[in-house]
């Protein structure tokens, strides 16, 4: 199976009904704040996988709509929509992932840090209820700020004794996809042969994308290096600020995180050729969490993709190592929250 959303090459003439074909759909997902901006999109692309066979959809609100408009579709995955807390246990049990879109968006002005408040909280509530109801699901978590959230989520899961590092995922794939757009734009490449390598976290300058190692092997310029950097870096806010009030980027976010969803699914399918960028428990830097490639396996990550880190450009080091104060302050901001709760 080739992932549906990372077209390459050779299936580009495949017709788009082939992806609605019957094959193995087994799995289970969950979408926790189904029916926001990101939730409803989200749910919708994760409808058209044929590897999935229910689809959970949870929110607070509004949910129920959603649920029976989607169930329309004539794909293979049977739709399930549960409303409020009462219902989020049930919403989990017996799904192999779990993705999390529950929260509230950026406004003009505001950076992902200030929205720590309320969706620490959010997270922190939802990834107990994982922790009882599905310990063993892959675990996404999109709720800003990613750099804080995934740390609380770890924290959570370990005073519930069931923290599996390999399972819990930042996602981040909305920088590489824009990254790949971006840079084939800017060098009159075709999109689909594009693959840049996102690292460090997800927030403005920890948002590394490393130019250096695109594929296929490009050059760039040092004003253009500048230029496309602060781009991927600030490309949040251009959407936040087009958007002026309205939130933030939901469409590109669901395309991005349906595909991270798919990588997952193919994985736990046994598929034994996925990578993609993802912010997770690392040891490639001195940093409790980093975001890198990674080989996703039936077990979650399966190894960390080091050689990205290495033969960085001067720009690329000076950047690695100018995000590390921030990225790990949103860490451990993350880390303190966690245990302040009661
Ligand atoms: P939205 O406001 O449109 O939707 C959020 C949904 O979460 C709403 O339906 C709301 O009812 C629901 N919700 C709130 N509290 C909840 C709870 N306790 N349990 C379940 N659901 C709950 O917001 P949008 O645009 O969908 O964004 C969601 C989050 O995704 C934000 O935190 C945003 O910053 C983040 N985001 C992350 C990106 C990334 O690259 N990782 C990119 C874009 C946004």
């Given at each position: ?26 799995f ?6 189904a ?7 989200l ?26 408009d989607?169930?329309h579709?004539?794909?293979p995955?049977?739709v399930?929509?549960?409303t ?8 989990l ?5 779990v ?11 505001m ?9 620490a ?7 107990e ?15 800003n ?6 740390p ?5 899961l ?10 819990l995922?930042?996602?981040?794939t ?17 999109l689909?042969?594009?693959?840049v ?13 490393l130019?250096?190692?695109?594929k296929?092997?490009?050059?760039f ?9 602060v ?7 251009e ?6 009030g ?25 598929d034994a050729d996925?990578?993609e960028?993802s ?37 690329e ?6 995000l ?19």
């Amino acid at each position: 199976l080739r992932n549906s959303f990372a077209p390459r090459a050779e299936k580009r003439n495949q017709r788009f009904e082939n992806r609605l074909q019957p094959q193995a759909s087994s799995f289970k997902v969950a979408v926790l704040g189904a029916a926001g901006g990101i939730g409803q999109p989200l749910a919708l692309l994760i409808k058209m996988s044929p590897l999935v066979s229910a689809l959970h959809l949870y929110d607070i609100a509004n949910v129920k709509g959603v649920a029976a408009d989607l169930s329309h579709c004539n794909t293979p995955s049977q739709v399930l929509d549960f409303t409020g807390a009462s219902e989020l246990a049930n919403s989990l049990k017996g799904v192999d992932a779990v993705v999390i879109p529950a929260g509230v968006p950026r406004k003009p002005g505001m950076t992902r840090d200030d929205l720590f408040n309320i969706n620490a909280s959010i997270v922190k509530n939802l990834i107990e209820a994982v922790a009882d109801n599905c310990p063993d699901a892959f675990i996404h978590i999109i709720s800003n700020p990613v750099n804080s959230t995934v740390p609380i989520a770890a924290e959570v899961l370990k005073q519930k004794g069931v923290y599996d590092p390999k399972k819990l995922f930042g996602v981040t794939t909305l920088d590489v996809v824009r990254a790949n757009t971006f840079v084939a734009q800017k060098k009159n490449l075709k999109l689909i042969d594009v693959d840049v390598p996102v690292v460090g976290g997800h927030a403005g300058i920890t948002i590394l994308p490393l130019l250096s190692k695109t594929k296929p092997s490009v050059s760039f310029t040092d004003e253009e290096v500048e230029q496309l950097t602060v781009r991927i870096q600030n490309a949040g806010t251009e959407v936040v600020e087009a958007k002026a009030g309205a939130g933030s980027a939901t469409l590109s976010m669901a395309y991005a995180a349906a595909r991270f969803v798919e990588s997952s699914l193919r994985a736990l399918d046994g598929d034994a050729d996925v990578y993609e960028c993802s912010y997770v428990q690392s040891e490639l830097t001195e940093l409790p969490f980093f975001a890198s490639r990674v080989k996703l396996g039936k077990n979650g990550v399966e190894a960390i993709i080091s050689s990205d880190l290495q033969g960085l450009t001067e720009y690329e080091t000076k950047a690695l190592e100018a995000l590390k104060p921030e990225l790990k302050a949103s860490i451990e901001k993350g880390i303190a929250f966690a245990h302040k709760q009661p």
